[in-house]
């Protein structure tokens, strides 16, 4: 597709479950971000990716939160022993990386309820 | 560490009125600014940012913003809405030299109405 695509749309599950949020970039971009938006809330950083690494992971707020990109494309963000303060729309967005500073394209979002 | 706050959560208009959504930010380093809007059940998409150069900036769909470094503002502003602008818009800084990561406000809601 031409835009950042992300799956699933909408998770319900129940705390302490497992869960995994997708998202296909756009083709071609090098960078990807993932934010998590609370409601009432502008989105919050988590993590950044520069090709395969991990760029800046300290918006992570614990262990819990790990994200991977394995090659450079495609990227999952994994979130064990879901708590219901989890319960937030997961951003996920990627950039050319020479647009300049914050030229970022979001996806939708996915929609994390923790029961 | 940098932070946003957007003065006003929800600002109702009417059609073709002005309107301004303000912005502040706090940081002690230079930074870039950015206002970002996300109409009703898309992504946040990039309407206009400021990197260096002229304080005013032009965005899409008629918007610009002004760059005030004494009084740590980027105020965005149209001069004429329309029913297609209600939308929430937040207002994000990153600091120069420094990680690529987007610090965001909480965003201001506006409604445009007929």
């Given at each position: ?32 971000y ?41 990227s ?40 | ?19 301004e ?18 109409y ?9 940012k ?65």
């Amino acid at each position: 597709g031409a835009g950042v695509s992300q799956t699933p749309s909408n998770k319900v599950t129940e705390k302490g479950k497992y869960v995994e949020l997708r998202c296909d970039p756009i083709s071609g971009h090098t960078a990807l971000y993932w934010y998590r938006q609370s409601l009432g809330q502008g989105p919050e950083f988590l993590i950044y990716f520069q090709g395969t690494g991990a760029a800046d992971d300290s918006g992570l707020p614990n262990d819990r939160f790990f994200a991977v990109r394995p090659e450079g494309s495609v990227s999952t963000l994994k979130i064990q022993r879901t708590e219901r303060g989890d319960s937030a729309v997961y951003l996920c967005a990627s950039s050319r990386g020479w647009d300049g500073p914050g030229e970022l394209f979001f996806g939708e979002g996915s929609r994390l309820t923790v029961l | 560490a940098q932070s946003v706050t957007q003065l006003d959560s929800q600002v109702p208009v009417f059609e073709e009125a002005p309107v301004e959504l303000r912005c502040n930010y706090s940081s002690s380093v230079s930074v870039y600014l950015f206002w970002y809007v996300q109409y009703p059940n898309q992504g946040l998409q990039l309407l206009l940012k400021y990197l260096s150069g002229s304080t005013l900036v032009k965005g899409i769909n008629g918007f610009e913003a002004e760059f005030n470094k004494s009084q740590t503002s980027f105020h965005l502003r149209k001069p004429s809405v329309h029913i297609s602008d209600t939308a929430e818009y937040f207002c994000a800084v990153s600091p120069q030299g420094g990680s690529e990561k987007l610090v965001f406000g909480k965003g201001t809601k506006l409604t445009v109405n007929p």
